[in-house]
């Protein structure tokens, strides 16, 4: 089946500790993005990648990092400099930059504590 | 970031009504994009418009871009209880720009 797989679904880290988000996609897409989504805040861009070993940075991009070596892979780094990790974190893929039909994995849900 | 202003946050409505939401912003946007989120879930994708007055349907759901290509509508007809979910407008401007999405609008159906 295609599709974009988010994991884990569920993370917990101790405050000060990097963790990275895995994204994954077969659909050939290539373009792909990070969203960050907060009670009552909707979706809130961080980072986006056009094609691969090329990202830019979204509107809240201070304190996450991330790669794109591959097609298929974009993952997300949480940095101890985000100051307030704790989100629900939604991974999306477009055929293209300029084809704008997103698709949306099923969400990493990360607590820092 | 500029986000799109979405009305309204939230809606209770009895089983068998009809619903509409909209989403408004200051500037053109070349595409609207409709999305509903159950909980816990991804959004996944409703409905796509692209041209200025495009009205399009997908089952009990219609959508519209405005004429001013500055909002969309959404409506749903005759609300079940799976229609429970958060619905997000999102757009696209001129160019290569990502998708800029709306705030939600949280609907909730009582049966």
């Known amino acids: 089946d295609g599709g974009i797989t988010q994991s884990p679904k569920y993370l917990f880290r101790k405050e000060g500790q990097n963790v990275t988000l895995s994204c994954e996609q077969n659909?050939?897409?290539?373009?792909m993005y990070w969203y960050r989504q907060d009670p009552g805040q909707g979706l809130r861009l961080i980072y986006y990648?056009?094609?691969?070993?090329?990202?830019q940075k979204g509107d809240i991009a201070e304190g996450y990092s991330v790669s794109r070596e591959k097609k298929e892979s974009f993952p997300l780094t949480v940095t101890s400099a985000q100051k307030n990790p704790t989100a629900f974190y939604l991974c999306?893929?477009?055929?293209?930059?300029?084809?704008?039909?997103?698709?949306f994995g099923q969400g990493t849900r990360l607590t820092v504590v | 970031g500029q986000q799109l202003n979405q009305s309204p946050q939230s809606m209770f409505i009895q089983e068998g009504e009809d619903v509409s939401m909209n989403c408004t912003s200051s500037?053109?946007?070349?595409?609207w994009l409709w999305y509903k989120q159950d909980p816990g879930e991804g959004p996944v994708l409703l409905i796509a418009?692209?041209?200025?007055?495009e009205l399009t349907s997908n089952g009990r759901l219609t959508a519209q871009f405005g004429i001013t290509r500055k909002d969309s509508f959404l409506n749903i007809s005759a609300s079940i209880p799976s229609d429970v979910g958060i619905y997000f407008c999102a757009g696209q401007r001129a160019g290569n720009t990502p998708l800029v999405f709306g705030k939600g609008t949280r609907l909730s159906v009582i049966a």
């Open positions: 500037s053109i946007f070349n595409t």
């Open positions: 999306a893929s477009s055929y293209s930059h300029r084809n704008t039909e997103a698709f």
């Open positions: 418009l692209y041209k200025a007055g």
């Open positions: 659909l050939n897409h290539d373009a």
């Open positions: 990648s056009q094609i691969v070993n090329d990202f």
